[in-house]
């Protein structure tokens, strides 16, 4: 987009084009040179600012999710919010987690590869103080987990894969399935250190305890997608228009579907007291009268007109008409 000139840079420049200080001729060559943009081959931008955006709608998403599913599961107060979305070299990622951690690997079926969740240690902690009992303080000290913290951490893990299933699932149907957890970065290289990542950054706070969740996407991972993270065609999808296909596969759900079909013969209105003096053999006198018209009702609604009768020694009602639009009759 071209820059703005206010009222004292235009007329300075118009100034300086009457005095010469100024050529024309210059200022059209200098704006005919090809631009040249820096390019870092270290770190190559392959995911749109715009893709970007819709991961970050979708982690945002399963941010709200996590939050309402862990403030419950750890009876207490836990808030989540997005800091970043952003894309840089794996090996930046790797580099900056500390050892100890906590490093769930991801199958993100049914697309190719794994994603990495990295939740810091102080959180873990809080998480399995909670479960435990205890007031969600944490350890402070840096140490390695247990067998039986990380079968407790595990069981977190899964309930959130569930959740972000959920996230994507409006752009596309994905099943992860956690396939190990790491506690040192160096074993869990899922792709080369140059590759580009996608990395959602959340903060999480648990009681007082606050630390970060680290969503690591691989560009590779969600390759075969990137068209479909565009908000441009999510939202145009929304607005297409409808096809025969589209009404026909409507009409066969909607044919399949079951309806609550009853007849009335009549309706009484008893008071309390007959009501509970009513016996067998009593005989309850109904507003409706021999011949007239039995209401069928579809669901609370009157559709069909009919006449009771047999048929194969069984109690039927032959439908003799649709009720028309705007007639008027008592539904009750």
């Not at 903060?203 to 560009?219: F, L, Q, R, W």
Request: hydrophobic share 40%.
């Amino acid at each position: 987009m071209s820059e703005v000139l206010s009222q004292n840079e235009i007329d300075a420049l118009l100034q300086a084009l009457n005095s010469g200080e100024v050529d024309v001729q210059e200022i059209k060559e200098e704006s005919e040179e090809r631009k040249v943009k820096k390019y870092d081959f270290r770190n190559p931008q392959k995911i749109a600012k715009d893709q970007l955006r819709t991961l970050e709608i979708i982690y945002d998403n399963f941010g709200r999710l996590t939050q309402t599913f862990l403030s419950g599961y750890l009876r207490s107060p836990v808030n989540i919010e997005i800091l970043t979305v952003d894309q840089y070299a794996y090996s930046e990622f790797s580099n900056a987690i500390s050892n100890p951690a906590f490093l769930s690997i991801i199958d993100f079926k049914p697309l190719s590869g794994q994603i990495i969740m990295d939740i810091s240690t102080k959180t873990a902690f809080a998480m399995i103080d909670r479960l435990l009992g205890g007031k969600g303080k944490g350890i402070t000290a840096q140490r390695s987990f247990t067998e039986i913290e990380l079968v407790l951490l595990k069981k977190i893990v899964n309930r959130l894969l569930n959740l972000m299933a959920q996230a994507w699932e409006n752009v596309i149907d994905i099943r992860p399935t956690l396939d190990k957890v790491e506690t040192n970065p160096q074993f869990a290289q899922i792709i080369s250190p140059n590759e580009t990542i996608a990395l959602v950054t959340m903060n999480i706070t648990i009681e007082d305890v606050e630390g970060m969740i680290n969503i690591c996407i691989p560009h590779i991972t969600i390759e075969t997608i990137l068209d479909k993270l565009s908000t441009k065609l999510w939202f145009s999808a929304a607005q297409q228009e409808v096809t025969k296909d589209d009404i026909k596969a409507i009409e066969n759900r909607l044919k399949k579907a079951k309806v609550t079909l009853k007849a009335e013969i009549g309706a009484a209105k008893l008071t309390i007291g007959e009501l509970l003096d009513l016996d067998i053999g009593d005989v309850i006198k109904l507003d409706s009268k021999y011949g007239d018209e039995i209401k069928i009702k579809l669901g609370s609604n009157v559709k069909y007109f009919g006449t009771p009768g047999k048929k194969n020694n069984k109690l039927a009602v032959k439908i003799s008409r649709i009720k028309k639009d705007g007639e008027d009759i008592d539904e009750q």
